[in-house]
């Protein structure tokens, strides 16, 4: 079971770090990606790591800007320099198997979302 939070109201230009916390048996072969969702629009990547290895990949939209990080037991994203069009709920999520995985299909595991709202 996964737990998304950190989420919050920030300026544009502001920064915030959210947190993902797995219950449970943990995997250490495991992806771990964020996604957002807009306000009416679909799901979209972000970006994911291998716990693993912690290879890491972004999505362009948000590369420069935002880092994907893990310790012994989270996996974090820092947002930096946020933008209104960042605004959106945030959701981590984990696949059982390694590698770069960038579409909700190749997700196991959902957490319930982290509302981020950047205001201009």
């Known amino acids: 079971q996964l737990q998304a939070s950190g989420g919050g109201l920030v300026q544009a230009g502001g920064s915030l770090r959210l947190s993902c916390a797995a219950s449970?048996?943990?995997?250490?072969?495991?992806?771990v990606g964020w996604f957002r969702q807009p306000p009416g629009k679909e799901r979209e990547f972000v970006a994911t790591?291998?716990?693993?290895?912690?290879s890491t990949f972004y999505a362009d939209s948000v590369k420069g800007r935002f880092t994907i990080s893990r310790d012994k037991a989270k996996v974090y994203l820092q947002m930096n320099s946020l933008k209104p069009e960042d605004t959106a709920v945030y959701y981590c999520?984990?696949?059982?198997?390694?590698?770069?995985?960038?579409?909700?299909?190749?997700?196991?595991?959902w957490g319930q979302g982290t509302l981020v709202t950047v205001s201009s």
């Open positions: 449970g048996r943990t995997c250490s072969n495991c992806a």
């Open positions: 999520a984990a696949a059982i198997t390694l590698g770069i995985k960038v579409s909700v299909l190749e997700y196991d595991y």
């Open positions: 790591i291998n716990w693993a290895g912690g």
